[in-house]
């Protein structure tokens, strides 16, 4: 075998190889599109060999024309890879350059198949044989240079413009990895590159009567990509390998803290997730997880509110916390706490989120027993305090009985004459119903306050809240002769609760206010309850009395449960009254006033 031969069988089977290899590695992982740029160009300079081979073996000038023609397919292969490699590679290099430049090689690609012989002869007249590596190979004898082959020069150098350019950018970025890169890859690239072109150019001006074998400098190109892209590839396997001990030390700590974590790595879309983290979602240690899988399991009560949350968290990079329940696929449901934060790339782009996670089952389950507790107190102190008010209630509904009572007797009297008053007997009967209906009102109010049941949030009217405390509360104030003084601005906002269980708040604050005032002389036993808005998006009532104030030792004890003063208290009045109004995110506290009594206030949003 002679020598040209061997040479060319190394070259085109050792780049075939690295086409392959690179191939592959794309194929594995799309986004590697540096690697599927090297994989062409090795390609490119495999069917350079044959051709070049094909031209040192022509054996006529047309042959020899057809085949630089030819030629230009590896070269615009050649070139439009080189270039997206060192715009992926690099992350540098101007668009417009590249277009520029692998566009002006497509032109001249396509037109070498429409000029005659090709682009880059006017005309080939005749071939000559020169000594190659010992063997007599076809050179051009007698040519014609076409005037286009000003075009194709200014396009071969065009590369070098846009490598060049490219290197200066990574260069700037100043770190030690770029420049290396810069040195190895954009200086092996330049030169190569530039070594190619100009022998092309002395070949095609007719400097020198030369073979065509321009793949050897690109293989000095080649390799100093290849060696790159190796150390890259031995980085990659050695990160992967620290990635791994990492993530398993790190499990570890948050097992053994109770806590499950999990990465998100948006550009791969790849999910990892701690062992712990697996348990609390049911799924086995070999089965894939992805995020919409985790979206799934979430409890679609839930489901709207951790998206929103997440949503906003994203947006703003701030990090984000937030409970909900994950069904298990087993069966039962799981209560997590997550914390997650995300971070975002300069453009404002998601790059990655991590967070973790922890079961809080257990706690939730608490609460609710603790809530539930809650309730069944607020219910006990609601009865308690109407078994107080019973006999000023029986007198609030008394008086519209026997009014009926009444109005019925003479109703039945009028009937009694011969002729009725029928005019007379309507307005008794409306009197009747009047009566009737405003029993009916205390008994439905009566009922709704006995109810025990969970919080319902609804829109209050302020006025009507106060209206309803001072009406429980009216007879009983007169029969202990007490001034009960309730008022409220008629243009205050409206707020969001539960009516029952404010009124209860006011009722427990007034009827204690009620219970202070009690020992002090008649005429000297007032209790007042006044609304306003604080102007910040607030609204307080004010419970206000002429009693002797709080007691200095007690008053940091007055909220605690069963903590009482009075022979038959139960001490839980405030204790509840305070959970309610933190249930409506609001504050409730007392202190003294320097007139005298005491003064408790309630603090609550306002609807808006
Ligand atoms: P109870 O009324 O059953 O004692 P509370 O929790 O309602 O339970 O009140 C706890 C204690 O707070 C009372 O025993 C009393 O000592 C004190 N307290 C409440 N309101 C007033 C008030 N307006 N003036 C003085 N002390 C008060």
Not at 161 to 190: N, P
Not at 276 to 296: D, N, Y
Request: hydrophobic fraction near 50%.
């Amino acid at each position: 075998m002679n020598k040209i031969t061997v040479l060319a069988s190394v070259i085109a089977s050792g780049s075939l190889l690295l086409a392959v290899m690179y191939g592959c590695v794309w194929l594995l992982d799309r986004k590697a599109r540096a690697a599927l740029a090297f994989a062409f160009e090795a390609l490119s300079i495999v069917l350079s060999v044959f051709i070049e081979l094909a031209m040192m073996h022509a054996t006529s000038p047309e042959e020899l024309g057809r085949w630089i023609a030819w030629n230009q397919v590896p070269v615009f292969l050649r070139t439009a890879s080189l270039v997206a490699f060192i715009y992926f590679y690099f992350g540098t290099g101007r668009p417009w350059l590249m277009a520029l430049t692998v566009g002006s090689r497509f032109i001249i690609m396509v037109a070498g198949f429409i000029f005659e012989p090709n682009f880059n002869f006017s005309r080939i007249d005749s071939i000559a044989h020169t000594e190659f590596l010992g063997q007599q190979v076809t050179v051009i004898g007698s040519a014609v240079t076409s005037p286009n082959q000003v075009f194709a020069t200014i396009s071969a150098y065009l590369v070098l413009v846009f490598v060049a350019d490219a290197c200066v950018s990574l260069w700037r970025q100043g770190t030690s990895d770029a420049k290396r890169k810069v040195v190895v890859i954009g200086g092996a690239t330049f030169l190569s590159w530039a070594a190619g072109a100009t022998y092309a150019q002395i070949m095609v001006y007719q400097g020198a009567r030369l073979p065509v074998m321009l793949s050897p400098p690109y293989l000095f190109m080649l390799a100093a990509m290849t060696y790159e892209m190796s150390r890259d590839m031995l980085r990659a396997s050695r990160l992967a390998r620290e990635l791994r001990a990492s993530e398993s030390r790190l499990d570890m700590a948050a097992s053994a803290a109770g806590l499950a974590v999990w990465n998100w790595d948006v550009r791969s879309n790849r999910v990892w997730i701690s062992d712990r983290a697996r348990v609390l979602f049911g799924l086995s240690e070999r089965e894939p997880f992805e995020i919409e899988h985790m979206v799934s399991r979430i409890d679609p009560k839930d489901a709207e509110n951790v998206v929103r949350t997440w949503r906003v968290a994203v947006a703003s990079g701030v990090e984000a916390e937030m409970q909900f329940r994950v069904r298990r696929p087993e069966g039962g449901t799981v209560w997590l706490l997550a914390r997650g934060r995300s971070e975002l790339d300069a453009a404002g782009k998601l790059v990655s989120a991590q967070g973790v996670l922890l079961d809080v089952t257990e706690q939730q389950r608490q609460r609710e027993e603790i809530d539930e507790l809650r309730r069944e107190l607020a219910h006990a102190g609601r009865v308690s305090v109407l078994g107080t008010l019973s006999s000023s209630l029986t007198h609030e509904l008394g008086q519209p009985l026997a009014a009926i009572l009444l109005n019925a007797e003479t109703g039945e009297l009028l009937l009694d004459r011969p002729n009725p008053d029928l005019k007379e007997l309507r307005h008794i009967l409306a009197d009747i119903s009047r009566d009737d209906r405003r029993a009916g009102e205390v008994i439905d109010g009566l009922r709704k306050f006995l109810k025990s049941r969970e919080l319902e949030f609804d829109k209050i009217l302020v006025g009507a809240l106060v209206q309803d405390v001072a009406t429980l509360l009216r007879s009983d104030a007169i029969v202990r002769n007490i001034q009960l003084d309730c008022a409220s601005d008629p243009v205050l906002p409206s707020l969001r609760g539960d009516k029952v269980h404010l009124s209860q708040v006011l009722i427990n604050l007034l009827m204690n206010a009620m219970d202070a005032v009690a020992d002090q002389p008649a005429g000297r036993r007032s209790v007042s309850l006044r609304v306003a808005s604080d102007g910040e998006g607030h609204i307080e009532f004010l419970v206000r009395d002429s009693g002797p104030g709080i007691d200095a030792a007690a008053l940091p004890r007055i909220f605690d449960p069963f903590f009482t003063t009075k022979p038959s208290g139960m001490g839980m009045g405030l204790s509840v009254s305070r959970s309610i109004v933190l249930a409506h995110r609001g504050k409730l506290w007392a202190e003294n006033s320097p007139d005298g009594g005491a003064i408790f206030t309630v603090r609550l949003p306002t609807a808006a």
